[in-house]
């Protein structure tokens, strides 16, 4: 059973800085896409930033600049900092892979406050 657990979420102050981990548990091949997705009180969940196999990424444009997804493939972890943090900024942030074999998988969820 592969299930993502995500790490790293918690409370700044604005212009602080934040790093989320979610690593995929279980014997499992190298995942293809991983991304991270958001889900303020109220609002659609929404991309984050996604990154593949390849290494190419994409970026909501309201966090260009501010927000660096990488992973590390061996280890099926995919990573995101986050810098110059805003309010608008918190909601839970939620880890997503998906593999040809298995198909997508979603993390728990972790959440993110940005305080004025």
């Known amino acids: 059973q592969v299930q993502l657990v995500e790490s790293g979420g918690g409370s700044v102050q604005a212009g602080g800085s934040l790093r989320l981990s979610c690593a995929a548990s279980?014997?499992?091949?190298?995942?293809?896409?991983m991304g991270w997705y958001r889900q303020a009180p109220g609002k659609q969940r929404e991309l984050v930033a996604v990154?593949?196999?390849?290494?190419?990424?994409n970026y909501a444009d309201s966090v260009k600049g501010r927000f660096t997804i990488s992973r590390d493939s061996a280890k099926n972890t995919v990573y995101l900092q986050m810098n110059s943090l805003k309010p608008e900024d918190t909601a839970v942030y939620y880890c997503?892979?998906?593999?040809?074999?298995?198909?997508?998988?979603w993390g728990q969820g972790t959440q993110v406050t940005i305080s004025s």
């Open positions: 279980g014997t499992i091949s190298r995942a293809n896409n």
């Open positions: 997503k892979a998906n593999w040809l074999r298995i198909g997508i998988r």
């Open positions: 990154i593949n196999d390849g290494g190419s990424t």
